[in-house]
């Protein structure tokens, strides 16, 4: 299984401050297909994930434009370019490049 | 509207059983992959089983395998998840959630299953 390591695990952020978190994969998440399944997710404490980003860099419907991702290969990036008081929660990176898909550990996203 | 409903977990004994339900809405159910996730209190996101849309592909994690089964009713535009042998680790919440080409955009609210004397 592809191993998905991400860092940091822990990120206080102050409001309106940028934040940044990595995530990199035990090999390299291009398919076959050219495409590259790397997707962000993001939980809010007590809901469901909720999708923020899909192969590498395409954002969701509704989500604000201050979240992009970016990255090829094995190294990918989650940023938030001023981080508001609803940022709050942790953040997964997941490759559905290979079967079985898999997670990151998180990174939990706290307010100063 | 795409929308996910589990049901179906509940407090077990160990070494118990149970059979969880995610009931789907909103889309071709039959043209869709549907997965399997678990978090336990506290933790982080584990992947735990998939299923193809018609039913004849399935895949499970490690550790649910040979204790577990992942079937479809697309008549009835359900997945269920039927676990064996249960402990202590797999409690967990149990969310389904739909696939779509490597990635997961929909995600239901998730069940609670506890593993517990």
């Known amino acids: 299984d592809v191993v998905m390591t991400q860092s940091p695990l822990s990120l206080p952020v102050t409001l309106g401050q940028p934040a940044s978190i990595s995530c990199r994969s035990s090999?390299?998440?291009?398919?076959?297909?050219?495409?590259?399944?790397l997707n962000w997710f993001q939980q809010r404490p007590g809901q469901s994930p909720r999708r923020l980003i899909y192969?590498?860099?395409i954002r969701d419907s509704g989500v604000p434009d201050r979240f992009s991702g970016s990255g090829s290969g094995t190294d990918f990036t989650l940023k938030i370019s001023r981080v508001e008081a609803e940022d709050v929660g942790v953040y997964y990176c997941?490759?559905?490049?290979?079967?079985?898909?898999?997670f990151g550990q998180g990174t939990k996203l706290e307010i100063k | 509207e795409v929308q996910l409903v589990e049901s179906g977990g509940g407090l077990v004994q160990p070494g118990g059983s149970l059979r969880l339900s995610c009931a789907a809405s909103?889309?071709?159910?039959?043209?869709?992959?549907i997965h399997w996730v678990r978090q336990a209190p506290g933790k982080g996101l584990v992947w735990v089983s998939r299923?193809?849309?018609?039913?004849?592909?399935?895949l499970y994690a490690d550790s649910v395998k040979g204790r577990s089964t992942i079937s479809r009713d697309n008549a009835k535009n359900t997945v269920y998840l039927e676990m064996n042998s249960l402990t202590a680790d797999d409690t967990a919440v149990y969310y389904c959630?739909?696939?779509?080409?490597?990635?997961?955009?929909?995600w239901g609210q998730g069940t609670l299953v506890t593993v517990s004397s």
């Open positions: 090999q390299s998440l291009v398919h076959s297909d050219g495409n590259t399944y």
């Open positions: 299923i193809r849309g018609d039913g004849g592909s399935t």
């Open positions: 959630a739909r696939d779509f080409m490597g990635s997961i955009p929909d």
């Open positions: 192969k590498v860099s």
């Open positions: 997941m490759q559905g490049t290979q079967w079985a898909y898999t």
């Open positions: 909103g889309f071709t159910f039959s043209s869709y992959w």
